[in-house]
Every structure is written in C-alpha cells, then in structure tokens.
C-alpha cells in the first residue's frame, strides 16, 4: 500500500449505446515530496518522500463513523503485505458514500415559450472515496470523487501538526536574518516548506490508443473588415507527438489539456476527448543540482506524459531511500518516446506550500 487507494477501470456508461466506455484505466498517488527550506543543521535534511520512503498508504488509518465519514457512509478494510510477507489488514480504511451539499450541476429556464415557462434542475449529487494517511504529524485526507456529469475530482486535504521548532524571537520586528519561515507565536517558528503530490493517471479515453492535445487560445486581430469587431480569440490545438512535447507548466499561459481518441469520432466528426482541469497551480523553486530536487525531479514540471510501461509506476523511483536521482520520471522521459495515439499515462503534480498562524491554529492546506 505505497500509494493509497487506486482507482481502477474508471467508466462512464452510455445510455445511448447502452455501455460503459472507459476514461482511465488506473489512477493513484504515485509520490509525494515534502522538502523543508529551513538551512540550519538540525533541519536541512528534512526532504522527505511521504510515498517512497514511509509507504503512505501503509500509514492509513482506520476511519471513524459520523466523524471521518457523514452516516450514510460504507466502510471498507485494507490490507496489505507485513515485513514477514503475511497479509496486514487495517479495518475501516476507506469509507464510500454518497455527497450532495445543495450545488448544481446543470440547470435551465426556458422562458421563450409563449404562455409558458419550463425549468429544469438537476442535483450535483456524486459518489465518494475517502482515505485518510498519517505521515508523521501530517494527515492527509484523500477524496476520489465521481461526479454524474462524468467527472472525477481528486481532493487532497493536509490537516494535523504544522511542524515547528524554537526561535529566540517574539515579534517580527526583533528578526534582522533570514529565519526561513514565519513566526506564528512568541518563540515559535514554522519552517517554510511545499507538499508536491504525484498522481499517476493511466487514462484509456474510450480506448487504449490516446493522444495528449494542447488547446491554446489566441487573440486575432481583424484588419480585413469583414466585421466591426476589431480582434476576437479562437482555439490552436497542437497535438504533443513526442515526450518532449508534454512537459508543461500550467501557470505559463492560456492552455487547456485534452486526452482525446483520435480513433473514435463524436456524430459530427471531433475526437472524443477527456480534459484535466487543474486547479491552482505552482512551480518548484529548488534549483536543478539541488540534491532533493535530483531526487525529486518530477517536480521539474505540472505535467509530464509518458506511453505506458508496467515498471513505470513511481515519479521518485523505485527505490527511492536509495536514490540518487538516476531512476525517476525525468530520467525516463529522456528517451523522448513517441505518445501520439498511443496508451499513454498523465502524471499530474499538485502543490502546497507556505506555512500560515491559521495553519498552525487548525493545520488545514
């Protein structure tokens, strides 16, 4: 249980055709990194890797009713391999249920209609997957959500102990040198540091053979005056034919990523197609011969595409107590391999960083 809960054959069922049609066929926490900016000799070495080094899915723990999980909630037990090669089980590690906090998904009023008005509500009701990990004074608690307009929505909540250490000073004011972090209370600093989480999402968009498309808007400019508008935008796709072509940062511009089938075709011609929407997004700030950041080069970029290799499951390595940066996501994707209409796998990784007072008070990211 290195990873957590992995989500396998994730489907949407087609009420035209009367089937289920795939959208991923595996997803899991591949890896998270936990670096420190704290320089001073009792913490720099804080550069933890919550997945390879501690198993973080190992470290979940039993989940409580009507506490970790609203009452309508199924519990589930885990098991995995202990140290003796014997099954361990962990009961009550997951928790499903239904959610519905009074959101829409999709509505509308027609109010063309002479003499009439027609409204049409539907309720944002989706299913849940919980998890919760205690990674040394962090818990993470983990949502797979699947919502029934066909999304799934990944939730990582960091809540617990912010970890701190002693500080000579009170007040801001006295601070003359770099403290590496904030003080949140008289003599109590709490380090800066990031939480990057690396999903590994082996989509099958309708299909194995997938291709990874950047839709780009652009703003045109009209000077031929065939309108009184004077610029409007419209769509560039380029379709990503090689590794090289997916390494992306997603706070560099105006891009929306698309996993489409070029395969199979929609009634009017366009690829079927399933979009990553990430939410806010950051950037590592470690520099390249760091030596956490060789380990954790995965971070170099929000998303990386790779085609499929069943030894290709964690962005760290597979030993990664061991590494010295030789056997990562960045390393593999250096053979710059062919991804177009191939099976290919999306690592997506998010961040969280910077220590607040309200985060000390309630330990929430």
């Known amino acids: 249980m290195r990873s957590g809960p992995i989500i396998s054959l994730a489907s949407i069922y087609d009420h035209e055709e009367n089937k289920y049609r795939h959208v991923m066929y595996r997803g899991f926490i591949s890896e998270l990194f936990v670096p420190y900016m704290d320089l001073t000799e009792e913490w720099y070495y804080r550069t933890f890797f919550d997945a390879g080094e501690f198993g973080f899915g190992q470290l979940a723990v039993p989940l409580q009713p009507l506490r970790d999980c609203p009452e309508n909630a199924v519990f589930l037990d885990g098991y995995f391999t202990a140290q003796d090669g014997t099954p361990a089980k962990i009961s009550n590690v997951f928790c499903l249920f239904e959610r519905y906090a009074g959101d829409i998904m999709w509505r509308h009023t027609e109010g063309a209609l002479p003499g009439d008005l027609v409204t049409e509500v539907r309720q944002d009701v989706s299913l849940v997957l919980r998890m919760v990990s205690t990674v040394g004074n962090y ?96 769509v560039a796709n380029e379709t990503a034919k090689r590794e090289s072509d997916a390494k992306i940062h997603l706070d560099s511009g105006a891009t929306e990523i698309l996993v489409t089938n070029p395969n199979k075709k929609t009634k009017v011609g366009n690829d079927i197609g399933y979009r990553l929407i990430p939410r ?56 710059d391999r062919e991804i177009e209409n191939k099976d290919i796998v999306l690592w997506y990784t998010l961040v969280s960083s910077c220590p607040a007072l309200k985060i000390f008070q309630s330990c929430q990211h």
């Open 139 to 234: 818990d993470y608690v983990i949502d797979w959500e699947f919502k029934q307009a066909g999304t799934i929505k990944v939730t990582v909540g960091l809540t617990g102990l912010l970890a701190v250490r002693g500080s000579i000073y009170t007040h801001k004011d006295q601070i003359m040198e770099e403290e590496y972090g904030t003080l949140l209370a008289e003599n109590i600093l709490g380090p800066n540091h990031d939480h990057f989480i690396s999903f590994h999402l082996d989509l099958d968009v309708d299909g194995e053979p997938n291709s990874l498309v950047k839709a780009k808007l652009q703003q045109a400019r009209v000077t031929d005056g065939r309108s009184r508008r004077k610029s409007y935008w419209r």
């Open 280 to 335: 806010t997004v950051a950037s590592r700030l470690l520099a390249n011969d760091d030596y956490p950041q060789r380990r954790a080069a995965f971070t170099n970029y929000n998303l990386w595409v790779t085609p499929y290799n069943k030894s290709e499951k964690w962005a760290g390595g597979l030993f990664v107590d061991q590494s010295h940066g030789d056997d990562t996501l960045a390393t593999w994707s250096l053979r």
